[in-house]
């Protein structure tokens, strides 16, 4: 999926009843219907705003996050 630089992106921090509660980049909680996202929901997920309120997850942001964290853990704990 390819962005812009402005593009918001949300992380999915977890799942309640019919919404996803999301952190923003900046911090910010975000509270999403499940309904307006399309893709396979699961805490940690990135999404986007495709356009007019409805959201997409991004696999591939995803996975550059989780491959982030991994590594920054590695180097944490390899000392």
């Known amino acids: 999926m390819k962005m ?9 921090d977890r799942i309640e ?3 996803a509660v999301c952190i923003s980049d900046s911090g910010e909680t975000v509270i999403i219907p ?5 893709g396979d929901l ?6 986007v705003e495709c356009e ?3 959201y997409s997850v991004d696999e591939d942001e ?6 982030a964290v991994f590594e920054l853990s590695e180097s944490l704990f390899d000392e």
Do not use: A, Y
């Not at 812009?4 to 999915?12: F, H, P, V």
């Not at 699961?42 to 999404?47: A, E, H, L, T």
């Not at 995803?62 to 491959?67: H, N, Q, V």
């Open 62 to 67: 995803t996975e550059r996050r989780r491959k």
């Open 4 to 12: 812009n630089d402005n593009t918001i992106r949300l992380s999915i």
């Open 17 to 19: 009843e019919d919404k």
């Open 52 to 54: 007019n309120g409805v």
């Open 42 to 47: 699961s805490d940690g997920k990135i999404i």
């Open 34 to 38: 499940i309904s307006s996202v399309t």
